[in-house]
């Protein structure tokens, strides 16, 4: 048998599940997990949720677990390197002979459910969840660490009750299928709250922690919070027990940063640490590790081993490529994911903060469902240059219509813009351009960054 042809043709055949959309709704992930036993029924999930750093809130989580000697499954979207980088066993990613095994069975269930009028045909998305959680089962993981795709209440993974419910933080994305203020985003978001399960959130603007506090209530959840100190705490500070019965609330606060990555120090629930580095930069990095950390130490609370050495050694060694990524230097290129208005301003902030260059050549890509107006606000002013290209995805914005917007709306001269289709041609273009102390930054969306890194990975390393 040709395994990489069979697998190429699994690939082809979930891929080809796009053209089915985002139908929000659990009745047909549901009907395949029944006909398949009920996987996710014999495992354990923390559920995570947010606008932006979920991801690395899960990855950071996963690795914590996995150095305290746990198997844990990560399932993630959107893949950077590869499809099978979405679910993964302490770090493994799926392999190819698994993935056609999986594809194999549940293509007919696909088939017979698209058929009942009561359903329509599953999405991409939920095929995927479906895999998934079917190969987490199998493999008697002992925790799952398991990210939204899109929103939460009727999100393909909500069909999972959780040991415990993460909501990273909101703002506004998706509109067009979330709703378009703050509050309605926070209440689909929310809707992974289950009862009587806790929940962390390091969400801190008011109209979102209402949502949620109230989603809480509702449901008995215990709430906790984590939140960032008033001032940088080191050394004999960290004696100070920080538990607050009436908010049970993690504080942390950031101590160095250095272009390997960044230093923190935590107060948590029932435990303190301090001199924690994460191998990652920009500051909201720190707010997704305390938040994994606060995760961890509710985990313990639930029965699991968390010792500090675990949490020093899964923080040291998570990898989590694609933010912020520092690929080479003389020029630097750097690579992010961010892929929405919020997203693109830490990013911004972030950039002379881990990084000292001359010019910024921005390479830039984003989805065509995505408020490009604003991304290109917050991005624009730093560059020296842009090359607008395209991820190879139906979904991708056409560069141009990215070209005409930083021209006509925002005042942008042309005689700095270049336009690529071939994102291969536009990363060339922007080294090509670039000095030895100039910065060369692919950004826009984790499709784009994708793309891109498979072509340096493969013509320039």
Do not use: C
């Not at 906790?224 to 080191?234: D, G, H, Q, S």
């Amino acid at each position: 048998m040709d395994h990489n042809k069979s697998y190429r043709e699994a690939l082809e055949w979930i891929h080809g599940l796009s053209r089915f959309g985002n139908k929000p709704g659990l009745e047909r992930v549901t009907a395949m997990l029944e006909e398949l036993g009920r996987p996710q029924d014999r495992l354990r999930f923390v559920h995570i949720a947010g606008t932006n750093g979920k991801g690395s809130t899960a990855a950071m989580l996963a690795s914590i677990m996995r150095a305290a000697g746990y198997r844990i499954g990560l399932y993630t979207s959107p893949y950077l390197l590869s499809f099978s980088n979405r679910m993964a066993i302490n770090g493994r990613d799926i392999g190819h002979e698994e993935l056609v095994g999986l594809v194999e069975e549940v293509r007919p269930l696909v088939e017979r459910i698209s058929t009942d009028s009561r359903y329509g045909h599953p999405t991409e998305f939920e095929v995927v969840t479906v895999l998934a959680l079917t190969y987490f089962a199998r493999e008697k993981v002992d925790l799952v660490v398991l990210e939204v795709g899109l929103g939460g209440r009727l999100d393909a993974t909500n069909v999972v009750t959780p040991l415990l419910s993460v909501i990273t933080n909101v703002s506004l994305e998706h509109t067009e299928v979330l709703g378009d203020t703050v509050a309605q985003v926070a209440r689909e978001k929310a809707g992974i709250i289950k009862e009587e399960v806790p929940v962390i959130t390091a969400a801190d603007d008011s109209e979102t922690l209402a949502v949620i506090e109230d989603r809480a209530a509702q449901l008995g959840s215990s709430l906790y919070y984590v939140k960032p100190l008033a001032e940088e705490v080191t050394g004999k500070d960290l004696s100070v027990p920080y538990l607050n019965p009436d908010t049970p609330s993690a504080g942390f606060s950031q101590v160095s940063v250095n272009e390997k990555g960044q230093e923190f120090s935590y107060l948590g629930f029932t435990k303190n640490f301090g001199g924690l580095f994460i191998p990652l930069r920009g500051s909201y990095q720190v707010t997704n590790a305390a938040t994994a950390l606060a995760a961890a130490e509710l985990l313990v609370k639930q029965g699991y081993r968390v010792e500090e050495e675990s949490v020093r050694r899964g923080f040291a060694t998570v990898e989590w490529p694609g933010r912020l990524e520092l690929l080479q230097t003389e020029p630097m290129l750097v690579m992010d994911g961010a892929h929405n208005p919020a997203a693109v301003t830490n990013l911004a902030g972030a950039l002379p903060e881990y990084f000292n260059y001359r010019r910024l050549i921005l390479v830039f890509g984003i989805m065509a469902d995505k408020d490009s107006r604003l991304m290109l606000e917050n991005i624009l002013p730093l560059a020296d240059k842009v090359i607008f290209t395209r991820a190879l995805i139906p979904r991708a914005e056409d560069p141009r219509a990215l070209a005409s917007e930083a021209v006509h709306q925002l005042g942008w001269d042309p005689r700095y813009i270049e336009v690529f289709d071939d994102i291969g041609m536009a990363l060339e273009k922007g080294l090509e351009l670039a000095g030895n102390r100039d910065m060369v930054l692919v950004s826009g969306s984790f499709y784009t960054v994708s793309d891109a890194r498979a072509y340096w990975e493969k013509n320039m390393r």
